[in-house]
């Protein structure tokens, strides 16, 4: 959009009340997990009018985001199933409601007539004319599953028509239905890559209430994604996706009093900034130089005295991890692996036990990868979901806790009560007050810890 535009345009979202042959009187009940209002936007949810509409859209917009310029978005239903007449006076009164850069219009693939391309072609003369296609799956088996009424072939035929007309397509993806793992969404974009979509609008599966998608979830209870499961599906898909084809969305808005499943912790906002970051500490390049400089927290990665004297005399010597492994094979948890300097001092402990280490980081583009180590890689909060069976000792080193807290959230450290065995033992290189009282609350006993300028604290039952 800045390409085109010079700047993003911003999505004003209207809903006409165009019906939609699948759920009218003559139709088939509709999608399974389409709920009677056709999917409308949560910020026009109240607006009565359609001028009331656009007013609030606009200046929602502008208070939220700072927006100048827009999109006329026709989300709800079916935006080209009226007769071609009113789809005319429709659309002709509502361009004149505003000066938008661009109009783009939501349908299903089996409503794009000839006359009604005929018209979009003519409309895109004068205005940017896109059309947001309800693909959903290209899975024949799955389309039939949630009542779509059309098959993929349908889909495809239509974007060869509207690219015949001129008329960018984006593609609408959801992520999560039943019966459906990651190599059907996979083969679901490749495909639509292939047909030279302009865009695509990819959202996880939400059960709401009241549609009949809700009745087959009380009557049997389905694989729904939680924010970090979804996460990951999505990173995969993006990653199949070439950087020319711009994505417009990753999540959805569905109110929470309508909501089921799945119930996430994360606003749509925060699960933006998410996926974000951990594209960059995936695949980006390092935030850290060689003097252990972190552009990101600007701050330096270690304590003054350095990374190998924090490791020794802190996480090996506090945890006296050197006595537990005379006696027996040591498991080993170390959260926030960074440079693995933690770990790789605490495997060059000679001993006739061995040692077992586990670590976890989210920035793979600083941690080193090794043979003796077993490397997870993600968000804490996700990977310690991932993790079986109990550790003698666990390092949790948050690196900066005021910039990055949720490494000593209370989420985490419930979770590193079910992985820290009865005579186990945490060692952290946190100290505030704060943290201490948080892992008190979760059930620990602690005592800070300083030795000279390095500081920490210990936790233990
Ligand atoms: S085509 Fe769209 S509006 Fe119609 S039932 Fe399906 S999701 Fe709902």
């Known amino acids: 959009m800045i390409k085109e535009y010079g700047e993003a345009l911003y999505s004003i979202t209207v809903d006409l009340d165009l019906g939609c042959p699948n759920r009218d009187e003559k139709g088939n009940g509709g999608c399974s997990f389409c709920p009677s209002h056709g999917a409308r936007s949560a910020q026009s949810m109240d607006a009565k009018s359609v001028e009331e509409q656009i007013k609030v859209g606009i200046s929602f917009a502008k208070r939220r985001y700072k927006a100048k310029r827009f999109m006329l978005y026709i989300q709800a239903y079916t935006g080209t199933f009226s007769s071609l007449k009113k789809q005319k006076e429709t659309y002709s009164k509502l361009l004149k409601l505003y000066n938008f850069d661009a109009i783009s219009i939501g349908t299903r693939p089996d409503c794009l007539s000839i006359e009604t391309l005929e018209y979009l072609q003519e409309l895109n003369s004068q205005i940017d004319v896109h ?30 028509k509207l690219q015949h007309y001129g008329i960018k397509v984006f593609a609408h993806i959801i992520i999560g239905f039943k019966g459906e793992s990651t190599e059907d969404w996979s083969r679901t974009v490749q495909k639509l890559v292939s047909l030279h979509v302009d865009g695509f609008k990819i959202h996880n599966l939400h059960v709401i209430k009241n549609t009949p998608l809700h009745v087959e979830y009380q009557n049997r209870q389905f694989k729904t994604y939680d924010e970090y499961e979804y996460a990951e599906e999505l990173i995969h898909l993006l990653r199949l996706i070439p950087t020319n084809i711009p994505i417009l969305r990753i999540a959805t808005d569905t109110p929470n009093k309508d909501l089921v499943a799945p119930l996430w912790k994360m606003s749509k906002a925060e699960f933006g900034e998410y996926i974000k970051d951990t594209l960059q500490y995936r695949f980006g390049k390092s935030n850290v130089d060689n003097n252990f400089w972190s552009d990101k927290y600007k701050d330096y990665y270690y304590p003054k005295s350095g990374a190998i004297k924090q490791a020794r005399e802190l996480f090996i ?116 007050n704060s943290t201490k009282m948080r892992f008190e609350l979760v059930g620990f006993k602690t005592k800070l810890l300083k030795i000279r300028e390095i500081r920490g604290l210990i936790a233990f039952f």
């Open 317 to 432: 010597e506090k945890s006296d991890l050197k006595k537990r492994l005379t006696c027996k094979d040591v498991k080993l948890l170390d959260i926030g692996f960074g440079f693995g300097v933690n770990s790789f001092e605490a495997l060059k402990l000679q001993c006739e036990n061995s040692l077992h280490v586990t670590a976890l980081d989210q920035d793979l583009s600083i941690a080193k990868r090794s043979n003796d180590i077993n490397l997870l890689i993600g968000d804490v909060r996700y990977t310690l979901t991932k993790l079986e069976g109990k550790f003698d000792v666990i390092f949790l080193d948050p690196f900066h806790e005021e910039k990055n807290p949720t490494m000593v959230s209370k989420e985490v450290i419930t979770h590193l009560k079910r992985l820290l065995k009865k005579d186990g033992v945490i060692i952290t290189s946190t100290f505030l």
């Open 131 to 160: 059309v947001d296609l309800g693909i959903q799956s290209l899975n024949d088996a799955t389309l039939i599953n949630i009542n779509r009424q059309h098959d993929s072939q349908c889909s495809i035929d239509a974007i060869k």
